[in-house]
């Protein structure tokens, strides 16, 4: 048996202001809804938004977005209204960090 991740869900109260998030601030396409749930194309592994609550554990999962340029995405975003921190370089790529706004982490990296 051969398992493949396909979807990361979140749980969130506060679905109006997350989809509004991962649709117009990160910019990721809509490509299903139903009462109560969401679901972004985000490449080969979708994220979907599901109404409840949450509680998140000492150290939640991030969501991490490839970018080849992670300095002019960073940019691209915090314009949007995304809260990054700095551009953080290592010897072979670079990335940066935030969260989304139920406080789930999230990246941007080069890492391929």
Do not use: Q
């Not at 601030?25 to 490509?31: D, W, Y």
């Not at 970018?67 to 314009?79: F, N, P």
């Amino acid at each position: 048996m051969k398992l493949e991740l396909r979807r990361i869900v979140l749980f969130t109260p506060n679905m109006e202001r997350m989809t509004a998030f991962y649709r117009d601030v990160l910019g990721l396409k809509v490509i299903g809804t139903e009462a109560g749930w969401v679901d972004f194309d985000a490449g080969p592994c979708r994220i979907a938004l599901h109404a409840g609550s949450s509680e998140v554990g000492k150290r939640p999962p991030k969501l991490n977005f490839y970018a080849a340029d992670v300095t002019a995405t960073r940019a691209a975003l915090i314009g949007r209204g995304a809260k990054l921190g700095k551009v953080v370089s290592t010897a072979h790529f670079d990335m940066c960090g935030g969260k989304d706004p139920d406080g789930n982490p999230i990246g941007i990296s080069a890492r391929k």
